[in-house]
């Protein structure tokens, strides 16, 4: 399995989930990603997706989704209500990148967190030879479009984990489909952490 | 496809309030084959002035049921997958024992001698008549509005014998606005001197009371949105400039008709009985709080609400699902746009079908793993 729903991460955060563990997924889409762990990792599934038709269509997949957004989506949950709590490609998009995190901690075991490579070297290579704000294939956006409000590289996000005394239990970087060792910051184009 | 609404007749059955109705019958219509295993029912409950016959056509009516669009083969209530229950509650008038049924006692109707009914005492007959059909445990009760009630007390009064409920356009209590709205319809039938205290079967009904409640209701099932699109302003061409208090916009018309058409097939004293019944519910009574009433419950939940839908609005939907939340019970929500108001679930019905048919499979899948 190298992708999953056309998702590299996808594959990553399969393989990581153990089965007949419970799942929470923040921002879930249409349910994919939990679907396929339902059916085959049998998990205790639950999903929260702020866009309306997106719930619909996870609802429709038989996963248990609801519509709300990340705060109110981990705000009602009770302590340790999960194993894992999932985080993916978003995490640049939240306000309060921080709280996001140790709220998953609060209500998971662990939390799972997915995010483009802010460090990789397309894009210090567009800003240094354009001198505008960087647009690649992992950050295609107009700086006035992107739903991206805080960037971050694998560096940071290890420096905010030691910081933060978060505990990294497993740490996998792709390009395309393949797995990277070796420089990770700069030749990364999404980073999946799991910590706890 | 042709039904017949039968009767369930029962011993009795011991009220909320200590009441015993003895004997009392029970009118259900049925869709769809019960599996060998018995895992495959679903009881479909109906909203405040609903009745059993809910899918199909009446072979005494010649009607369709009130949610022929959802009951049915391929429907969202796949009769080609599922064993479909529907029956008239407790207080009705449309087959099961109410205030215009005889009192064994005196011969005579009940009248506003009826005891008083509870949402929980509807469900306590529902459960009677699925233990009377041979089946343990359903795979799901579903309904909107005052069904949605139902479906909620069943998982809370319940629990092991659900697998799942389906909860649309409902709330887990009502706000003092729909307290209001059935206030002024049972007014409306106490100010009808031909109400009589109730005590009216031998002569004229209330007619204008009741039919005048109806139009309030009508009002409140649907949205400001829909009326516009339906009735606009447009009206009769009049000859005087002099005040006409004869219907002269086609929304009178509409809301004059639809009050004369309800005087004709339901009871003002069941009106009275299932609007209490409605207001006083509340899914926490017995419970220090809300999320205590759904301690020990492992069904699944599905909660749907409707964006116009002012009667009852999103946020009531969302409290049971935050409620639910907290507790880390297994629930689904979705709001789904519509403009047609409370009447969304039995009029607007695609997409609330794509999230039933998903839901019940899921459900139904995992009850065969279970039973592996």
Redesign the interface.
Known sequence: MTTLAGRSDFAVIGRIITPKSRVLDLGCGEGELLEWLIRQKQV?A?GVEIS?AR??RA?????????GDLNEGLA???DN?FDYVILSQTLQETHQPVRVIEEMLRVGKRAIVSFPNFGHWSVRANMLFTGRSPRTKAFPYEWYETPNIHFLSVTDFERLAEQKGLRIDHREFLAGERRITWLPNLRAEVAVFLFG | MLVSTEIARFDGITLDSGARIEPLDVAYETYGTLNADRSNAILVVHAFTGDAHAAGISQETGKPGWWDNSIGPAKAFDTNQYFVICSNILGGCQGTTGPASINPATGKPWGMSFPAVTVRDMVRLQKMLVDSLGIRQLLAVAGGSMGGMQALEWAVSFPEHVRSVIVIASTARHSPQQIAFNEVGRQSIMADPDWNGGDYYDGAVPARGLSVARMVGHITYMSDESMREKFGRRRKDKPTTAIDVAPEFEVESYLRYRGSQFVTRFDANSYIYITKAMDTYDVSNGNATLADAFEGVSTRFLVISFTSDWLYPSYQSQEIVRTLRRRNHDVAYCELPSNYGHDAFLVDVAEQTELIRGFLASTYRGAAGAAA
């Open positions: 205790t639950r309306p719930v619909r609802i429709a997949r038989g996963v248990s989704a609801f519509q009602d949950f009770p209500a």
